[in-house]
């Protein structure tokens, strides 16, 4: 059984967010496209700026407001959007590594769209080619074709009608099932090694053994890439996170 584990504590992953600032289709100054994750449960830690995130589960609609200092997280399956009333900045703590970036995360589109991972990979994908207006332009619409339909399932659940949310999970679970063998691979190399390392060493701190004190490290890393388009807005992101 290791004794180390050498990626970031507790295998979570973290990158730093500007929240879109392109005005919404239900008149807000600005907002990320509305998704949930399917088996990771995300935090935000608010670094500057104003807004909220509204968020959509079987229990209902809620909207909690983010200023400096707010943090907020969810477990999988909450549907959430994050509104920009003013320069929003977040720094995102997500679970079980890089599992998000593996495609733990569905987007509110139209059901038409959630048909097999193929169409829907096409209706969400941007372009890694093209000019930066184009690719903002691609982000944006694929945000707004999102919005409209989390509106209508947030319509649809608060006037008592729980089958158009239902729908969308089971679309959810059907397109990320082909994946779910690499997850599991990420897990055993993530989340559970880091359970590991941290069992072991208790195991040995019991019997007086603090040899693994002796191997200490210490790890500096910036943005291993700046400001790629996210669901909801531009990134820093950080490997060995």
């Known amino acids: 059984m290791s004794d180390t584990y050498e990626g970031f504590p507790g295998a979570v992953a973290v990158s730093r967010l500007s929240v879109y600032d392109w005005p919404t289709i ?17 935090g935000y830690v608010v670094i ?17 407001p983010l200023e400096a200092g707010a943090v907020v997280w969810f477990t999988p399956g909450t549907i959430h959007r994050l509104v920009n009333e003013d320069a929003l900045r977040i720094t995102v703590v997500m679970q079980n590594s890089g599992l998000p970036e593996a495609g733990d995360a569905v987007l509110t589109m139209p059901p038409e769209l959630l048909t097999d991972p193929a169409t829907y990979a096409d209706a969400v994908r941007i372009p890694a080619e093209g000019t930066e207006e184009e690719r903002a332009g691609t982000a944006r619409r694929r945000r707004d074709l999102a919005t409209r339909r989390f509106l209508a399932l947030r319509e649809a659940t608060e006037q008592g009608d ?27 190399e993530g989340a559970e090694a880091a359970t590991r390392a941290s069992g072991a060493q208790l195991a040995a701190l019991r019997e007086g053994n603090a040899e693994h004190l002796a191997h200490a ?25």
């Not at 500057?48 to 909690?64: F, P």
């Not at 089958?163 to 997850?183: M, T």
């Not at 490290?217 to 996170?241: E, H, I, K, N």
């Open 26 to 42: 239900d008149g807000h100054p600005g907002g990320g496209t509305p998704h949930l994750h399917l088996a990771c449960t995300e």
């Open 48 to 64: 500057s700026g104003r807004g909220s995130v509204q968020t959509l589960t079987t229990s209902g609609y809620r909207e909690d």
């Open 162 to 188: 729980p089958a158009p949310l239902a729908a969308f999970h089971r679309a959810a679970a059907a397109l990320v099932r082909p994946q779910l063998d690499a997850w599991r691979t990420r897990l055993r």
């Open 217 to 241: 490290r210490v790890t500096a890393t910036g943005p291993t890439a700046r400001g790629r388009f996210g669901m909801c807005g531009r990134l820093d992101v950080y490997t060995g996170s």
